[in-house]
């Protein structure tokens, strides 16, 4: 990571969120290839939303990730309960099983109709490069919900930041390489962390730069006034 007086912060190439430019951290392209360009072992933290079904997408990001994290580095990967253990067992050869975290469904349950069950959680893979890093973090979560109204498999972010928040010190960078909505960036700049994603889809990408830049910091106030602040941002 490098410093560039008039841009920034730099990771390899890329210039990180939270900022005013253009790109705000968020770049269009496929994750394989931009990824690339991150150097080796200058990230502490991988969050993100692969496609479900697709195992070899969890593959990659266990192989990304045990290059680009740190030692200690998070990696926690968004998945569906039907293919939990698959995603799961193609990660494991390149990271550290840390945990399941379970965020609760806090709206209505969803429907797995191959399986006929109403599931309350949606579950997140957690692994690690070496013994993980962070402060103690509870392994369920209330959730808001899905925020459907930005993306298909868009999400708020009160999961998010109660998993962020213990993971991710102040000058410590996040990746997001399937961002979609860009919820991870988003509870990024809230929390004041830095951050690099990707998205594929540049309609997508340009949606999440739009609401990552409205997005603003919590304010510094007091307690207990600060601890409604956060509650209502959770939700």
């Known amino acids: 990571m490098m410093l560039d007086a008039d841009r920034g912060v730099m990771l390899g190439p890329y210039l990180l969120g939270p900022n005013d430019t253009e790109e705000n951290g968020i770049y269009t392209g496929d994750a394989r290839e931009l990824a690339k360009a991150i150097p080796d072992e200058s990230v502490d933290l991988v969050f993100t939303d692969p496609v479900y079904d697709h195992i070899d997408e969890y593959r990659w990001l266990a192989d990304m990730a045990n290059r680009v994290l740190v030692n200690g580095g998070n990696c926690i990967a968004q998945c569906s309960h039907e293919y939990l253990l698959p995603c799961g067992e193609s990660m494991m050869p390149y990271l550290d099983y840390v945990w399941l975290l379970i965020e609760h469904n806090a709206g209505g349950n969803a429907r797995l109709w191959s399986k006929r069950i109403f599931a309350g959680y949606k579950p997140y893979l957690w692994f690690s490069r070496g013994l993980r890093n962070g402060h103690w973090l509870r392994d369920i979560q209330y959730g808001g919900g899905a925020s459907k109204d930005l993306h298909i498999w868009g999400d708020t972010p009160g999961f998010f930041l109660r998993v962020i928040d213990p993971l991710l010190e102040p000058g410590m960078i996040a990746v997001d390489p399937f961002t979609g909505s860009g919820t991870v960036p988003a509870v990024c700049k809230m929390l ?18 739009d609401r990552v830049r409205d997005m603003q910091p919590p304010l510094f106030v007091p307690e207990p006034e600060q601890a409604a602040l956060w509650a209502e941002a959770a939700t």
């Open 192 to 209: 004041d962390r830095r951050y690099l994603a990707f998205e594929i889809d540049p309609d997508v990408a340009q949606m999440a730069r």
